[in-house]
T-cell receptor, first 113, second 111 residues
Framework: GAGVSQTPSNKVTEKGKYVELRCDPI?????LYWYRQSLGQGPEFLIY????????DSGLPNDRFFAVRPEGSVSTLKIQRTERGDSAVYLC???????????FGPGTRLTVL | QKEVEQNSGPLSVPEGAIASLNCTYS??????FFWYRQYSGKSPELIMS????GDKEDGRFTAQLNKASQYVSLLIRDSQPSDSATYLC???????????FGQGTELSVKP
């Protein structure tokens, strides 16, 4: 079946601009995660949704970052007033209820000039 | 101290050899442990999960867990050039919760 999809695959923006990154999880997966990966590092947790609600947002670095999942499926990560330090690959993962395995999407490479 | 630590490598082994990848973690209540493989420019792909002390084998891969020593490892037997990738160790503390990753170990298998 279809895996996790993310759009866009690449996003180049200017410092101070607003961006939205989209994640479409595996159909039926109730849990959805956002991670951020910088070059040479492992993914770093940002936020976890169980259904429509954010079950854990402890990884969001500051209030410029916000994520929603209004219908319990597609999620959007929103970054306001982007900074050069936000440049990274943003990964989305989803998990089926009752299992531990997280399946990752291809990621969105964000570059802030 | 980082929550999950791995040697960044690169680890270089000849084709056909055993590659040994190691990972330590700091939180004793960790319950679930995962090894992901990540090719350059791609997203992480799960290759092994382990939950209990001891060994777990899947084809050429063996994961080993020692909770007393807070240590998890991955052995790759008969290494192939196609195994060349970064291997990420990840730990989950709560059922269904977030993964905490190490920085990854780069493995290079030379023909």
């Amino acid at each position: 079946g279809a895996g996790v999809s993310q759009t866009p695959s690449n996003k180049v923006t200017e410092k101070g601009k607003y961006v939205e990154l989209r994640c479409d999880p595996i159909s039926g997966h109730t849990a959805l995660y956002w991670y951020r990966q910088s070059l040479g590092q492992g993914p770093e947790f940002l936020i976890y949704f169980q259904g429509t609600g954010a079950a854990d947002d402890s990884g969001l670095p500051n209030d410029r970052f916000f994520a929603v999942r209004p219908e319990g499926s597609v999620s959007t990560l929103k970054i306001q007033r982007t900074e050069r330090g936000d440049s990274a690959v943003y990964l989305c993962a989803s998990r089926d209820w009752g299992t531990d395995t997280q399946y990752f999407g291809p990621g969105t490479r964000l570059t802030v000039l | 101290q980082k929550e999950v630590e791995q040697n960044s490598g690169p680890l270089s082994v000849p084709e056909g050899a055993i590659a040994s990848l190691n990972c330590t973690y700091s939180d004793r209540v960790s319950q679930s442990f995962f090894w992901y493989r990540q090719y350059s420019g791609k997203s992480p792909e799960l290759i092994m999960s382990i939950y209990s002390n001891g060994d777990k084998e899947d084809g050429r891969f063996t994961a080993q867990l020692n909770k007393a020593s807070q240590y998890v490892s991955l052995l790759i037997r008969d290494s192939q050039p196609s195994d060349s990738a970064t291997y990420l160790c990840a730990v989950m503390n709560n059922q269904g919760g977030k993964l905490i990753f190490g920085q990854g170990t780069e493995l290079s298998v030379k023909p």
